[in-house]
Nanobody, 126 residues
Framework: QVQLVESGGGLVQAGGSLRLSCAAS????????MGWFRQAPGKEREFVAA????????HYADSVKGRFLISRDNAKNTVYLQTNSLKPEDTAVYYC???????????????????WGQGTRVTVSS
């Protein structure tokens, strides 16, 4: 069983940056692939970024490629999402998720993930 707690959300102006964190506990963090998803008001949850167990393989949604960076520190049981050049359309609740399956390409599919955090809200003003 893995517990995930996100933090780092907030209100930021367009063009700004935030670093989201997701702290994991309850299991061997380095054995889990990690993903970030987001859900905007009135929209379905969508994939943002994912990382393999070691962090050597990463996968991004086209909408954030070149602006967001997923990284992890297995010694701190934490995965990060650095968000840069934020746009109003990035406004959403951001969730981290963990999977105990190792995919060649870190999964973009929500059903691949076994554990979810409660989310952290990001609001980007224009």
């Amino acid at each position: 069983q893995v517990q995930l707690v996100e933090s780092g959300g907030g209100l930021v102006q367009a063009g700004g940056s935030l670093r989201l964190s997701c702290a994991a506990s309850g299991a061997t963090f380095s054995s889990y692939g990690m993903g970030w998803f987001r859900q905007a008001p009135g929209k379905e949850r969508e994939f943002v970024a994912a990382s393999s167990w070691s962090g050597s393989r990463r996968h991004y949604a086209d909408s954030v490629k070149g602006r967001f960076l997923i990284s992890r520190d297995n010694a701190k049981n934490t995965v990060y999402l650095q968000t840069n050049s934020l746009k109003p359309e990035d406004t959403a609740v951001y969730y981290c998720a963990a999977t105990n399956s190792d995919y060649v390409v870190p999964s973009r599919w929500a059903y691949s993930y076994d554990y979810w955090g409660q989310g952290t809200r990001v609001t980007v003003s224009s």
